[in-house]
């Protein structure tokens, strides 16, 4: 089948790193998407990784292993706003994304 | 550019009633895609459009039905409503369905 996991719930103090971790099983696959979700609000395009390694945006960064089956999204110099709901989402070959649960992030000051 | 846009916001219905949600896609934009979010469940995939044809269907019952225009508009409904329905739902358009999503504010759905 075709399945997402990532972390439920993390912790982190402003101005610290933390890295969510996603792991997908797919049939076939055409890309991993983070996305973040503010309490109430729409989920919001991060990064997109297709090829293994690492992309960096800003204070984001997102890594691929395809051979894996595995990304995270790293986050640095944490801010209060980061807290928010973080959504792995992959595209097998020839379907619609799909979505893991999402990892709330809490920071704290 | 507008971003995706969804109408309504919020809606209250009773069991049994149907209801209509509107999505109006990035301009450009030629697929749009349909989710639904619950606590429990996260985003669950509902349909896909492309060019007005439905490209994939998520695993949800008849009751939920969708179609897209020919300016890319798109719109779902749903009969017969349950309150297992109460949720957001969710639509994401992108360039092409390969493309990056990107979402709209979302129409939050209260079933009494």
């Known amino acids: 089948g075709q399945n997402i996991d990532q972390p439920t719930e993390m912790t982190a103090t402003e101005g610290a790193i933390v890295q969510i971790n996603c792991t997908y099983q797919?049939?076939?696959?055409?890309?991993l998407f983070w996305y973040q979700q503010h309490a109430g609000e729409a989920p919001t395009f991060l990064s997109y990784?297709?090829?293994?390694g690492l992309e960096e945006k800003g204070r984001f960064s997102s890594f691929l292993s395809r051979s894996k089956g595995y990304s995270y999204l790293l986050l640095k110099e944490l801010q209060m706003k980061d807290s928010a709901s973080y959504l792995c989402?992959?595209?097998?070959?020839?379907?619609?994304?799909?979505f893991g649960k999402g990892t709330t992030l809490s920071v704290s000051s | 550019k507008a971003g995706v846009t969804q109408t309504p916001r919020y809606l209250i219905k009773t069991r049994g009633q149907q209801v209509t949600l509107s999505c109006s896609p990035i301009?450009?934009?030629?697929?749009v895609s349909w989710y639904q979010q619950t606590p429990g469940q996260g985003l669950q995939f509902l349909f896909e459009y492309f060019s007005e044809t439905q490209r994939n269907k998520g695993n949800f019952p008849g009751r939920f039905s969708g179609r897209q225009f020919s300016n890319s508009r798109s719109e779902m409904n749903v009969s017969t409503l349950e309150l297992g329905d109460s949720a957001l739902y969710l639509c994401a358009s992108s360039g092409s369905p390969q493309e990056t999503q990107y979402f709209g504010p979302g129409t939050r759905l209260l079933v009494l």
């Open positions: 989402a992959a595209r097998p070959a020839g379907t619609a994304l799909i």
């Open positions: 797919t049939s076939g696959f055409n890309g």
């Open positions: 990784n297709v090829l293994d």
């Open positions: 301009s450009g934009h030629r697929s």
